[in-house]
Nanobody
Framework: QVTLVESGGGLVQAGGSLRLSCASS?????????IGWFRQAPGKEREFVAG????????YYADSVKGRFTISRDSGKNTVYLQMNSLKPEDSAVYYC?????????????????WGQGTQVTVSS
């Protein structure tokens, strides 16, 4: 069972940038895996932000972050990154990563990996 650990959050002004990391602490990520970033703001449901297929590096984004966020992976480090540019106050949330082998489940359902503690992103106006 692969355990993913998030890091890199912080406080940033609107228009600024942050890079989040999602690292496997327990082994290799298999090529069939799809790693996704999600976020949850207070009082709101957790939502999909971006995803990447580990094997092909195909990427997917929520409309709200297209053109501002970029997801990537480093296979040597078993790590997925989320580069967030042009941040807005509405991007403030706890960001989580998770995985599944089925994109529809990852994007629209409940991913079958374990949820970690997440990393807090706060964007001030």
């Amino acid at each position: 069972q692969v355990t993913l650990v998030e890091s890199g959050g912080g406080l940033v002004q609107a228009g600024g940038s942050l890079r989040l990391s999602c690292a496997s602490s327990s082994g290799r990520i298999f090529s069939s895996s799809i790693i996704g970033w999600f976020r949850q703001a207070p009082g709101k449901e957790r939502e999909f932000v971006a995803g990447i297929r580990w094997g092909t590096t195909a990427t997917y984004y929520a409309d709200s972050v297209k053109g501002r966020f970029t997801i990537s992976r480093d296979s040597g480090k078993n790590t997925v990154y989320l580069q967030m540019n042009s941040l807005k106050p509405e991007d403030s949330a706890v960001y989580y990563c998770n995985k599944d082998s089925d994109f529809a489940t990852l994007r629209y359902g409940v991913p079958r990996g374990e949820w970690g503690q997440g990393t807090q992103v706060t964007v001030s106006s």
